[in-house]
């Protein structure tokens, strides 16, 4: 057996893995049509011709509608990727904004989610996800997760539930579809929005239909490491026509929309914000909405494979992925009893082969000081302060125990499955974990230190 690379031996990988970025002549072709017509935005956050019916108008309509100049619902490539994602998804409205975090905070919005409401969400996601449940000054409640799908446990779910509660925002995480079906039920029971947070899962399928048509809206992400990209962006999806006049009012200025009229119900959250996408990151979406099945098909078959190659070896439990999951990151859980070594090790040592993993998030997303400290708006613990919440809500280390050991002690993640990836790449990694699995007696008695958070 050659040499740990850790200890001066040769590595398997000198190669670095490629980016998630797969672009061809259509993203090109797109863009460049962008750039001959000259509309870069077409945005206009105000009230205009027929803003009653553009407000509800499914999304597929939209793409044709004679607009003006400017419009409420923006430029043609706007429309186009919209219209394009709608399809896709078999959704009646599809909504770009600028990135995930806007549109979960436009989706809680348009729900009506607001001060004094509570909403429970998973101990482990980005940090989006909490942060999202901030803007409109409502409060996050964290729920460990499921250690069968590192999601929101749906069976810890109602013990969180409050008078407070108003909604549940699942995310679907690492690809993994949370259990819905139990999710819904709980929902429907205490009468709660349920809101899916799918930028690690666009094309996953829980039961035969696409994550993110299951509850009241769902929420896509196209930053740069997601399946599909426009540098940064997302999309909101919903089958109520309501909720989508909600987001389409908050993605673009929409306090100047509505007339004497409308009541504080329907006026109530319509803090226009400008989550507009531009015309040159729609034309990018149009081509890359495209490419999702084969770049899922490619994500799915490099996980496949490593969690095959990876079965057997001791002190490794690989992920059982059913059909209809479209992996984003492959994850291995690590049993350090099993080796005697500690995690930190096997990391460094996968590494120093020219394998880049990493330990999952650096922490928890009630382990940052935002909420430790329940300190977001100003000094005086607004929203956690405001009249209109009073139940006593504290965060700590030793909430979400289950969440916790994944991430300190048991995740082991490798990014890498995207396209243009190939088997090819993976049998390295496959290679390198035999490797260093086969020589714990050497990591056991080493002493080595460095850094093991995040590895890219
Ligand atoms: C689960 C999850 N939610 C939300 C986001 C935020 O997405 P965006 O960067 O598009 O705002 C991310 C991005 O990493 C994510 O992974």
Redesign the pocket.
């Known amino acids: 057996m050659s040499k740990l690379a850790i200890f001066g031996g040769t590595p398997v990988r000198e190669k670095p893995f490629r980016s998630s970025v797969v672009i061809d002549k259509h993203e090109h072709s797109l863009i460049n049509q962008v750039m001959e017509r000259k509309e870069f935005s077409r945005f206009m956050g105000s009230p205009s011709q027929d803003i009653d019916k553009l407000m509800i108008m499914p999304s597929v309509k939209a793409e044709n509608y004679e607009t003006q100049y400017f419009s409420f619902l923006g430029g043609r490539m706007v429309r186009k990727f919209e219209a394009d994602f709608a399809k896709k998804f078999r959704v009646p409205y599809a909504i770009t904004v600028n ?3 806007s549109g ?1 905070s436009s989706a809680l919005g348009a729900a009506g989610i607001g001060p004094g409401d509570e909403v429970i969400t998973t101990a482990m ?2 940090n ?2 909490a942060l999202s449940i901030l803007l409109f000054n409502s409060i996050p409640v964290f729920v460990d997760v499921d250690p069968a799908n590192y999601c929101l446990d749906h069976r810890k779910v109602e013990k969180a539930i409050t008078k407070k509660t108003k909604a549940v925002l699942v ?1 679907h ?1 690492l690809g993994n579809p949370a259990e819905m079906d139990a999710i819904i039920k709980i929902a429907k029971k205490h009468n709660l929005i349920v809101i899916e ?1 799918c ?2 899962a666009p094309g996953t399928k829980y039961k035969g239909k696409y994550v993110g048509t299951i509850g009241d809206l769902g929420v896509f ?3 740069e490491t997601k399946n599909i990209t426009t540098g ?1 962006g ?1 999309m909101v999806v919903t089958k109520n026509p309501l909720f989508a006049k909600g987001v389409r009012l908050i993605r673009n200025h929409g306090e100047s929309i509505p007339d004497a009229s409308w009541d504080a119900e329907s006026l109530a959250n319509i803090v226009g914000m400008n989550f507009r996408m531009t015309e040159l990151t729609a034309a990018l979406g149009v081509a890359q909405v495209a490419k999702l099945d084969e770049n899922n098909r490619v994500r799915t078959e490099n996980s496949l494979f490593l969690a095959d190659s990876l079965k057997n070896i001791p002190g490794l439990s690989v992920p059982k992925y059913r059909s209809g999951i479209v992996p984003h990151v492959f994850p291995v859980i690590y049993d350090r009893k099993a080796t005697g070594v500690e995690r930190q090790k096997i990391l460094l040592a996968l590494r120093a082969e020219g394998i880049p993993v990493g330990s999952g998030y650096l922490k928890l997303m009630y382990e940052n000081p935002i909420f430790l400290k329940k300190i977001a708006y100003g000094k005086d613990r607004c929203p956690w302060s405001c009249h209109l919440y009073n139940n006593k809500r504290e965060y700590k280390s030793g909430d979400c125990p289950t969440a916790e050991r994944l991430l300190k002690e048991k995740f082991i993640w490798f990014y890498h499955i995207n396209r243009p990836n190939t088997l090819r790449d993976m049998k390295d990694v496959a290679k390198t974990f035999k490797k260093v699995f086969s020589q714990m007696e050497s990591l056991k008695a080493a002493k080595i230190e460095g850094a093991i958070g995040y590895k890219w």
């Open positions: 990135s995930a975090t979960l996601s980005f989006a996800t995310v995480l947070d930028a690690q992400s196209f930053q940064e997302g």
